[in-house]
């Protein structure tokens, strides 16, 4: 079950590097910069990804961000995404599923939990995403 917001952070699309060209199937490093909070926690982001265009328009990508508190502490995310543009230029939203391993122990209630997220990119390269705790069901 969805629990809560564990991130919400906004920034820009910094870079875009051509990785491998395929035509319709290229594939494409994308590289973020931006600032939100992580927990409730004041925080910085910097991270990369990669991604292709799938056949029906489906973008799939897999990478992450490294989140840099406030404080000092240091996050990062493995995951993958799920989108479709939604116009032109960078114009693009997604489904976003990960993990982390934090060190810092005010974060380690994140251990061993999911995180499921929304993700969009609009024309210029701005993005705004927002990631939720997925709890699995007690049983």
Not at 93 to 115: D, K, T
């Amino acid at each position: 079950m969805l629990g809560e917001v564990v991130l919400e952070s906004s920034g820009k699309v910094t870079n875009v590097k051509v990785l491998e060209y395929a035509g319709d199937r290229s594939k494409v490093e994308v590289t973020v910069q931006g600032q939100g909070k992580l927990s409730g926690t004041g925080m910085t982001e910097i991270g990369s990804y990669w991604q292709e265009m799938r056949p029906g328009h489906i973008l799939y990508g897999e990478g992450g961000p490294l989140w840099m508190t406030d404080d000092g502490e240091v996050v990062s995310l493995k995951g993958f995404a799920i989108g479709k543009p939604t116009g032109p230029g960078f114009s693009a939203s997604y489904a976003v599923c990960g993990a982390i391993q934090p060190a810092a122990e005010r974060f380690a209630h994140l251990n061993g939990v999911a995180l499921v997220g929304e993700y969009d990119v609009d024309e210029q390269g701005n993005y705004h995403w927002t990631l939720w705790e997925w709890k699995a069901a007690q049983g």
